[in-house]
């Protein structure tokens, strides 16, 4: 029996994905937050509690990126061509959002302002952008004779843009309940008042997609609704609202890891059930990861480089986040 090369590396790039998902997740969501806190004794300790570890969570951005184009040329070339637009602007909100992080802290006060924005700005833009193009491989790319068929703009309609609004809910979650755990006092009060909010908005979106997605493309309803899957699926549904709930009480109750720890378990469970909908298609809805695969020899080649570098990587960002563990005070971090 060969081993199917594959399916290996769909489940590294998934695994890739959902580390950049998790990890950038709550840089990008402090960010969505800035506009929200105009003091700037705040904000420093805002920024301070992602500053030492930020760069190091793009490194997932990288391996999924690399992974498609080494394991899935197809999928890649189609990928860029459809969506090459909010996949450049992505990159732009990126960098504004970098450069930000290493200016502001050296800036006078009155251009330190300026990065404030761009900080904001860049992750506006940078969140935005990936929910889009989540929206838009999600509603499914035309494929024919291997190149995209599709127009340039197809990706602005009202699924992928309804998105990236989901997007900018959940990342905001994602920040407001890490800096409940990484803060203290009337800032950490705050936070957990506004993770609350997010909480059920993001809770709305999950519905909302969980419900549109279904009624637009039939295959996906299928795949959830008949026997015996839809036993198989059913805890999905189940675990977002218990999830939600457990959130909420942490909140309530004053807790510190357990509000980001939930959240971080509650964009799991929507990870997972945009896999359900769209497994196997690298390029819904009907090219699969077999049918995109790199030859085998191309495959197996890089799997070894992959595997040796994956474990280095998890090596070094725990040991980032265990040195720079416990909460962040104004006058402490990184400068």
């Not at 290996?8 to 994905?17: E, M, N």
């Not at 993770?195 to 059920?200: E, I, N, Q, T």
Request: glycine fraction near 12%; charge should be neutral; charged fraction near 15%.
């Amino acid at each position: 029996m060969g081993i199917d090369l594959p399916l290996i590396w769909a489940v590294i790039i998934l695994f890739g994905i959902m580390m950049y998902v998790i990890m950038d997740g709550f840089d990008l969501g402090i960010g969505l937050l800035f506009p929200f806190f105009p003091d700037k004794d705040e904000r420093d300790v805002m920024m301070n509690t992602v500053a030492p570890v930020w760069d190091g969570n793009e490194t997932w951005l990288v391996l999924g990126g690399a992974g498609l184009l080494a394991a899935f040329p197809l999928a890649y070339s189609v990928i860029l061509s459809a969506l090459a637009l909010p996949l450049i602007l992505m990159l732009v909100g990126l960098i504004f959002r970098g450069v930000a992080f290493e200016f502001r802290f050296k800036a006078r006060d009155h251009e330190r302002r300026l990065w404030d924005r761009a900080f904001a700005g860049g992750s506006l833009l940078a969140t935005f952008c990936q929910g889009v193009t989540l929206g838009a491989f999600l509603n499914g790319l035309p494929v024919r004779d291997g190149n995209y068929a599709g127009g340039a703009f197809d990706w602005i309609s009202p699924f992928p843009l309804f998105t990236g609004l989901g997007l900018l809910c959940a990342y905001a979650l994602l920040g407001a309940t890490w800096l409940v755990l990484k803060t203290e006092g009337e800032l950490q009060a705050r936070m957990r008042r506004i993770g609350a909010r997010l909480a059920w908005i993001t809770l709305a979106v999950i519905g909302v997609i969980s419900i549109w997605t279904p009624l637009t493309h039939p295959p996906i309803a299928e795949r959830w609704f008949s026997f015996p899957n839809i036993v198989w699926f059913a805890p999905v549904p189940v675990l977002v609202l218990l999830v939600t709930w457990g959130l909420l009480r942490a909140l309530r109750r004053d807790g510190h890891a357990s509000p980001f720890l939930l959240t971080l378990a509650l964009v799991f469970l929507g990870y997972s059930g945009l896999g359900i909908s769209l497994w196997p298609y690298v390029i819904p809805p009907g090219i699969s990861i077999w049918d995109a695969a790199a030859p085998p020899q191309s495959m197996g080649f890089t799997l070894v480089g992959a595997l040796l570098v994956i474990p280095f990587v998890l090596m070094y960002t725990a040991l980032g986040y265990w040195v720079f563990r416990g909460k962040v005070r104004h006058g402490e971090g990184y400068h």
